[in-house]
C-alpha cells in the first residue's frame, strides 16, 4: 500500500492523431425526426467536433489541472487516482466526494474550493473540509480492474483503505449517481467510520426490506410504475452497458465523435439544461471530460463497472440499513424523485433539502447550492 505524488500526462502525438480521427469523420445519415428525439443531434455533434479539433486546447487543460494536488494511491496492484485538497479552517472534517458516470473526477472541481476554504467563497471557515476526489476504479487515471467484480461494494473497501492511509480513521461521504452507490454501501458496510452521508442521488438499483405481504405504499407504487417506464424508454444505455459493454467498447474507443455523441447526450438528458447544453455548460468543461475518457482509453472499462454493480445490487434484507445520519439534496430535474418513505426504509435519513433548481450533475451544475446543503449537514456533526 503506497500513495504518491501524480502528475497528469501530455501527448502531442495523442492530441495529433484525435485530431486526424476528427478530420475524417464519417458522419451517418439522419431520419426525418426532430432535433434530439432520436438521439444526438447531427448539426450540433458537427459543431462540436469542429471546436474540438480547430479550437479546444487540451494541453491548456492540463497545465490548469496540473495546478491541484493529484496522487496516486496503490493497493494490492491496483493504483487509484485522487485529489487531496486540505481544508482551510480550524478542525476541517475529512470529506470524500465520489463522481459517477458519464461524468469524472472533473465534476467535483467547481465544488472543490467552496469546500475546502468556504471563508472565502461566502461560508465560515469552521465549515472547511479536507476533501478527497478519487477517480472510480476503471475511470480516468485510475487502473483498470483485472476482473468483473468492482463494484460499489469494493470501492468502498477501497475508499475506507485510502482515507486510512491518509489518516483519516472517520470521515464523511457524499455523492450522486454512480458515487450515491458507493457513498451508501460505505454506510452500509462501515457505519463505525462514516461520520455522514450526503447524497445527491439515490442508486437505480436500492431496494429497501419490505417485510413479506406488506405492500408500498401508493407514493412508492407511483415511483416503482415511473421508475419502470423511465428504464423502458430511458435506460437502453444502462442495460448494454451492463449486459454487452464490451461491444460497444470497440466503437467508442475508436471514434471521437462517437464517444462525444455516447456521453454528451446524457448531459444533456440528465441536467437542467432545458435542452440548449451549450447555454448552460461552456464547451471546454464538456470537452475536457470527453477528452479525459478519450485520452485514458477508459470508456470501455467505466461501462464495465455498470455489469459489476449489476450482480451486486443494492437489495436491502431485514438487517440492511445505512445507519449513520444521511442527507438528500433533491434537485427538481434528478432521473428520478424517489419518495421520502422509500428511502426511510433503507438510510437514517435527517435531512431533506428542495432544491430551486439543478438536474443529476449537482457539483457541476449547481456547486454552490450543493456545498450550502453539505456545509450545513456536516455542521451539527462535526463534534
Known amino acids: 500500500m503506497s500513495i504518491a505524488p501524480f502528475t497528469i500526462p501530455f501527448s502531442k502525438v495523442d492530441v495529433d492523431d484525435l485530431r486526424q480521427r476528427l478530420d475524417h469523420i464519417r458522419w451517418p445519415d439522419t431520419a426525418a425526426t426532430p432535433a434530439w428525439e432520436d438521439g444526438t443531434d447531427r448539426h450540433f455533434l458537427k459543431g462540436f467536433c469542429s ?4 479550437e479546444f486546447d487540451w494541453q491548456q487543460q492540463v497545465e490548469m489541472l496540473n495546478s491541484l494536488p493529484h496522487f496516486r494511491f496503490t493497493e494490492n496492484g491496483l493504483g487509484i487516482h485522487f485529489l487531496h485538497v486540505r481544508g482551510k479552517g ?23 474550493p467552496l469546500l475546502t476554504d468556504p471563508a472565502t467563497h461566502g461560508g465560515d471557515a469552521a465549515d472547511a473540509f479536507d476533501v478527497v476526489i478519487p477517480s472510480l476504479p476503471g475511470f480516468g487515471y485510475s487502473d483498470r480492474p483485472a476482473s468483473d467484480d468492482m463494484n460499489v461494494f469494493r470501492v468502498a473497501e477501497i475508499w475506507v483503505e485510502l482515507m486510512s492511509a491518509l489518516g483519516y480513521s472517520r470521515f464523511a461521504a457524499q455523492g450522486g449517481d454512480i458515487g450515491a452507490g458507493v457513498s451508501t ?11 455522514g452521508v450526503h447524497l445527491n442521488y439515490i442508486p437505480g438499483s436500492y431496494k429497501p426490506f419490505v417485510e413479506p405481504g406488506k405492500e408500498p405504499n401508493a407514493a412508492e407504487k407511483e415511483y416503482l410504475a415511473t421508475a419502470a417506464r423511465w ?21 467508442l474507443n475508436d471514434s471521437p465523435a462517437g464517444l462525444a455523441a455516447w456521453l454528451l447526450e446524457k ?7 432545458g435542452g440548449d447544453l451549450l447555454s448552460y455548460f461552456t464547451r471546454d468543461q464538456l470537452l475536457t471530460n470527453v477528452t479525459l475518457y478519450w485520452m485514458t482509453q477508459s470508456i ?7 455489469r459489476a454493480n449489476g450482480k451486486a445490487p443494492l437489495q436491502f434484507g431485514r438487517e440492511d440499513f445505512v445507519r449513520p445520519p444521511v ?13 421520502r418513505s422509500w428511502i426511510e426504509r433503507g438510510y437514517n435519513l435527517q435531512r431533506w433539502t428542495e432544491m430551486p433548481r439543478g438536474g443529476h450533475f449537482a457539483a457541476m451544475e449547481q456547486p454552490q447550492l450543493l456545498a450550502e446543503d453539505v456545509r450545513a449537514f456536516f455542521r451539527e456533526l462535526r463534534s
Do not use: N
Open 90 to 112: 480550524p478542525h476541517p472534517v475529512p470529506l470524500v466526494l465520489t463522481h459517477g458516470w458519464p461524468g469524472s473526477f472533473l465534476e467535483m472541481l467547481c465544488i472543490l
Open 327 to 339: 442527507a438528500l439534496a433533491r434537485f427538481p430535474k434528478e432521473i428520478l424523485q424517489v419518495p
Open 51 to 54: 471546436y474540438w479539433k480547430d
Open 185 to 195: 454501501a460505505l454506510g452500509l458496510r462501515y457505519p463505525d467510520k462514516i461520520l
Open 300 to 306: 470501455g472499462s467505466s461501462m464495465r463497472m455498470y
Open 231 to 251: 428504464y423502458e424508454e430511458e435506460g437502453a444505455y444502462a442495460h448494454l452497458h451492463r449486459t454487452r459493454p464490451q461491444t460497444a467498447a470497440y466503437a
Open 267 to 273: 448531459f444533456r438528458v440528465w441536467s437542467d439544461c
